[in-house]
Structure formats: C-alpha cells, structure tokens
C-alpha cells in the first residue's frame, strides 16, 4: 500500500507564497500520477493540479494556471506545490492524491494524504 503525507501549508497574506509538499512511501506501480486536490469551507473538493511521475506533464486548473507550479522530486519520492500570488479564494485544505488513471478525476485517486491547511488572508 501507499502513503501520503502533506507538509507546508500554513497561514499567508494574499499575494505571498507558500510551497506544499506530499512524501510518497510504501508500495507504488512504476507509471503513476500524483495530483493535489484542495476543498475550501462550504465547497466540493476540486482539482488543482496533477504530474504525471513519468515524463512530468503537468495539468492545471484555470484559476491557478500562472500562479501553482507543480514539480517531483524522484530522488526524494516527493511531489510539490509551489503556490504564487496567493488570493483569498486558495484558502482551503489542501491534499494530496496518487492515481494510476485520469490525473483530474477525484474519484481516479487512488490513495489519499490527511490534508494541509492553507489559509489565505486579505
């Protein structure tokens, strides 16, 4: 089985910048995607970003496209979320996820982290 665990989240003025970081342990395939996911107070968890572990494509989703950066460590087995002119609306739980199918469906996620908070003041 697989585990993950989120660091780096905290509480940040609009504009600043944090970086999120999910260790990846246990047992995993060799072609694997890892995505973070985030669900902000009242809202349905959304996707935010994904990286294919192979090859490093990157996916996005358009309010965050220019601002997150998504990047792997191999030599670490750690994913990172590099977060950029943080506005008020970021402000959610953050996870992280590893899928071996679609890298923005949810429910293609196989495995799951505990969450970071990210909080964003104005």
């Known amino acids: 089985q697989v585990q993950l665990a989120e660091s780096g989240g905290g509480l940040v003025q609009a504009g600043g910048s944090l970086r999120l970081s999910c260790a990846v342990s246990?047992?995993?395939?060799?072609?694997?995607?890892m995505g973070w996911f985030r669900q902000a107070p009242g809202k349905e968890r959304e996707f935010v970003a994904a990286?294919?572990?192979?090859?490093?494509?990157?996916y996005y989703r358009d309010s965050v496209k220019g601002r997150f950066a998504i990047s792997r460590d191999n030599a670490k087995n750690t994913v990172y979320l590099q977060i950029n002119s943080l506005k008020s609306e970021d402000t959610a739980v953050y996870y992280c996820?590893?899928?071996?199918?679609?890298?923005?469906?949810?429910?293609?996620?196989?495995?799951w982290g505990q969450g970071t908070q990210v909080t964003v003041s104005s």
């Open positions: 996820a590893l899928s071996y199918n679609s890298p923005v469906l949810s429910n293609d996620y196989k495995y």
């Open positions: 246990g047992r995993t395939f060799s072609s694997y995607i």
């Open positions: 990286i294919r572990w192979s090859g490093g494509t990157t």
